[in-house]
């Protein structure tokens, strides 16, 4: 009996408690395969979409490489900076065109925009606008949510979207958050890239001295600069001057009080005393810059000049 016993095998219990466990393993190993398909798809597709953004970027700092520089007939490059809204000037085979890219906020877009020369007004800030004028609407980056971030910073003081800060934008960077699968693993990954706007205008910076050389005032304006090493035109003024001897003024300079021009001039006034001068340069695309006032006195027997 014994013998039997031994040989009677598992009971059905037993059985029963194996099938569960084994239930119990291969649905642990299941899901988890299941959980490993599933995060390695959604990371193929991060890395898809990382993938996209980063050729966007791409197209974002050649098109910036390119920068259009301004022209009396297109004095600014730059037309728009704001944090998420970027349009400017750029060069493509030889034509100049209008570029934007901005963000859409509700469908996670940046967006691209294109306009040919010639080019209208822009008041739209609808992203992307729906006004005529823009001749293509492309998708630039997917899957974006940078939200309240910001898409574009610019190496400026203040507010970059003025008529000054705009010519004064040397570099601007690009940061773009990429997530998928917003509020599920993986988290969002940030991609960045920074421009050198190697064709922007900056303003020239005007300087001078003045020095009494008898009845005669020499101005120098040889310490102004401009920041791109090209060449500055110079207008001198004396502001008790109501008319202009210096001919036809670019229509960016002051029109009245113009004495002369060169870089070196030797004003001689009609009258003695104090004389308030100043110059002003602008560059080949008349961006300009105004130096401060200096009061230079002539002094004669009757019209002494006081001691500093």
């Known amino acids: 009996m014994a013998r039997l016993r031994d040989e009677s095998g598992f009971s059905l219990v037993e059985l029963l408690t194996v099938l569960v466990l084994v239930v119990i393993v291969m649905s642990a190993t299941l899901t988890a395969f299941a959980q490993f398909e599933q995060t390695t798809g959604t990371n193929q597709k991060q890395n898809e979409a990382q993938d996209a953004v980063r050729v966007g970027l791409a197209g974002v700092s050649r098109e910036l490489r390119n920068l259009a520089s301004p022209t009396p ?3 600014e490059a730059i037309v728009r900076a704001t944090a998420t809204d970027l349009i400017f000037q750029s060069v493509s085979s030889n034509n100049t ?3 934007r890219y901005c963000l859409d906020t509700t ?5 691209r925009q294109l306009d040919p020369a010639p080019f209208g007004a822009i008041a739209d800030a609808t992203c992307p606008t729906a006004v005529s004028g823009w001749g293509t ?3 630039a980056a997917s899957n974006v949510v940078n ?3 910001d898409v574009f910073g610019y190496n400026v003081v203040g507010s970059p979207d003025t008529a000054a800060n705009r010519a004064r934008i040397t570099e601007i960077s690009s940061t773009l958050w990429v997530d998928v699968n917003p509020g599920v693993r993986p988290l969002e990954t940030s991609l960045q890239t920074s ?3 190697r064709n922007q205008n900056r303003n020239p910076v ?3 001295t003045a020095n009494v050389n008898g009845s005669s005032i020499v101005l120098n304006g040889a310490q102004s600069s401009d920041p791109e090493g090209r060449s500055l035109r110079f207008f001198w003024y004396d502001t008790g001057v109501a008319g202009s001897t210096c001919g036809t003024l670019p229509t960016q300079v002051p029109q009245t009080g113009c004495v002369g021009t060169n870089v070196v001039y030797t004003y001689t006034p009609t009258t003695a005393g104090v004389h308030n001068v100043y110059l002003v340069v602008a560059d080949p695309a008349t961006l300009i810059s105004q130096a401060s006032t200096k009061a230079v006195c002539i002094p004669t027997v009757t019209t ?3 001691t500093p």
């Open 206 to 208: 005007a300087s001078f």
């Open 97 to 99: 065109r209008r570029v």
């Open 107 to 111: 469908r996670r877009r940046l967006w």
């Open 73 to 75: 007939e297109l004095p």
């Open 147 to 149: 939200g309240a971030r």
């Open 195 to 197: 421009i050198f706007l």
């Open 304 to 306: 002494p000049c006081a």
């Open 137 to 139: 609407n492309t998708v």
